[in-house]
């Protein structure tokens, strides 16, 4: 059964920083595109960070380039998610997701994913 795991989520100061895990089960994850999302109350789910799984490949969303930096350790089976100079608009429900279908593009799109882990809150707050 494909499962995947999130866990590194909290509360921190702004400019503080946090290391998102999202770790798999079931399945090697260097044949799957992962994508990171986050959603917060009454938003649709956005697309933050994904690495593609032919290359290693990894893209990010313009309000959080430069601060978070997606990677891969395929001898964890594990993504990160390393979220640096953290403000308050990045507090969120944080998910990351896997594609196989698509496991050859970098896609941010939600609906590309077919699993999905049971997210991780981020609180960024003084």
């Known amino acids: 059964q494909l499962q995947l795991v999130e866990s590194g989520g909290g509360l921190v100061q702004p400019g503080g920083s946090l290391r998102l895990s999202c770790a798999a089960s079931g399945f090697t994850l260097d044949y799957y595109t992962i994508g990171w999302f986050r959603q917060t109350p009454g938003k649709e789910r956005e697309g933050v960070s994904c690495?593609?799984?032919?290359?290693?490949?990894?893209y990010h969303a313009e309000s959080v380039k430069d601060r978070f930096t997606i990677s891969r350790d395929n001898a964890k089976n594990t993504v990160y998610l390393q979220m640096n100079n953290l403000k308050p608009d990045d507090t969120a429900v944080y998910y990351c997701a896997a594609t196989g279908a698509h496991w050859h593009i970098a896609t941010m799109l939600e609906g590309d994913y077919d699993y999905w882990g049971q997210g991780t809150q981020v609180t960024v707050s003084s």
């Open positions: 690495i593609r799984g032919t290359d290693g490949s990894t």
